[in-house]
């Protein structure tokens, strides 16, 4: 207030263009909703996250680490990298870790794009891209899903122009759980210019049972292929934030060179190379999941018939203007599913239990 009382206008102290930008929205609190509904609890299925607890020996690496946290971690995560190195088979320099994927997409925007510069992606994807273009400057090229809710790849390479820098695919594709076949990747990649970095997101990879869906390492030697994986989904380190690329050395070192400094902190480390360690154990574990995504998606098609085949830990129910509605019904019955208003819901697959829940759910508001 000045001091004849009048209120002054407000400065404008961030970009105006963020106004228009969406915020990204986290899966609601379980504990929150079954407080409202007067429930000992409700089900969370919005956040593809696994269900069945951390790994063996992940809580007790964590408890060790938590022991040094007046410390910095390793800055280079030259354990970690060794040790994704060898899973993996490739050299640690191919490697660049950050907190989660997505900031790992981020960190590859800060790298190969200006402002003005275009990033292409399929739209609907991952909620975050818009964001990632919008906060670096760059121009979000959105291309529209096809038909059956996967990616045009064949409109996505008509998309590229001069200013190009960056193409993310999302195989399989969040929200949707479509993915794109080895044939047709084939043909996208090599119709894409040298000078374009391909970012193939894999963060549902462990997921993955069609084997025309190839996995994105097998690309990861095309000097302009980045590849994308988390720890977060199959892992079950969703709370500690970990992911990691395989590309080529000079564009992970220069993703290393733009990261934010010791931003893979020390529980995270110790956290993933333990669960490392218990790849058999991950493997029974998404096969429950699949399991259970086979047996969800068939009931659901016959409420919605046009749900399309997932490969990822999660469905998709193209509901188009009933989605913020249904989110809503689950919600009443103590469900939370993730609505995308004017598209779909996309709902996590949980243990049978829940799962059942969700479908009892599904079929109050569509049967």
């Known amino acids: 207030m ?3 009382g009048r209120q002054q206008p407000a400065l404008r102290l961030t970009r105006a263009d963020l106004d228009a930008l969406p915020n990204y929205v986290p899966g609601r609190s379980p504990a929150d909703l079954a407080r409202e509904l007067g429930l000992p609890e409700a089900i969370k299925l919005a956040s593809n996250e696994v269900p069945y ?8 690496a964590v408890a060790e680490a938590a022991a040094g946290v007046h410390r910095y971690p390793d800055m280079g995560v030259v354990a970690l990298r060794q040790a994704l190195a060898e899973r993996y088979g490739v050299d640690p320099d191919r490697i660049a870790t950050g907190c989660g994927s997505v900031a790992l997409a981020e960190h590859l925007v800060r790298a190969t794009c200006l402002p003005g510069d275009e990033l292409v992606y399929s739209w609907r994807s991952f909620e975050a891209y818009p964001i990632i273009a919008a906060t670096s400057g760059a121009t979000s090229v959105q291309v529209p899903n096809d038909a059956g809710h996967g990616h045009d790849l064949a409109a996505m390479a008509a998309a590229v122009t001069d200013r190009t820098r960056m193409i993310l695919v999302c195989n399989p594709n969040n929200p949707t759980g479509t993915a794109v076949r080895r044939a047709e990747l084939d043909r996208f990649l090599d119709a894409v210019p040298d000078d374009v970095l391909v970012v193939i ?12 869906v190839p996995d994105g390492l097998s690309y990861a030697d095309r000097p302009n292929v980045a590849v994308l994986r988390t720890l977060s989904k199959a892992w079950g380190l969703a709370g500690l934030r970990i992911g990691f ?8 070192a220069a993703v290393r060179k733009v990261v934010t400094p010791f931003s893979t902190s020390m529980a995270a480390q110790a956290g993933a190379l333990a669960a490392l360690a218990q790849a058999d154990e991950v493997q029974r574990r998404c096969a429950l999941v699949v399991a259970e ?5 068939e009931a659901l098609r016959k409420l919605v018939p046009d749900v399309p085949a997932s490969q990822a830990n999660f469905v998709w129910l193209p509901l188009g203007d009933r989605a913020v509605d249904f989110g809503k019904a689950c919600e ?3 469900v939370i599913v993730r609505p995308f208003a004017g598209d779909g819901v996309r709902v996590t697959i949980g243990t049978p239990a829940e799962n059942d829940a969700f479908l009892a759910a599904a079929e109050s508001a569509l049967g």
């Open 53 to 60: 607890g951390p790994l063996p020996g992940v809580v007790e």
């Open 332 to 334: 009443a019955r103590g």
């Open 2 to 4: 000045t001091d004849t």
């Open 201 to 212: 997101d894999e963060a549902y990879r462990e997921f993955v049972t069609d084997p025309e």
């Open 293 to 297: 995504r086979e047996r969800v998606t």
């Open 245 to 252: 690329l395989v590309a080529q050395p000079q564009v992970a």
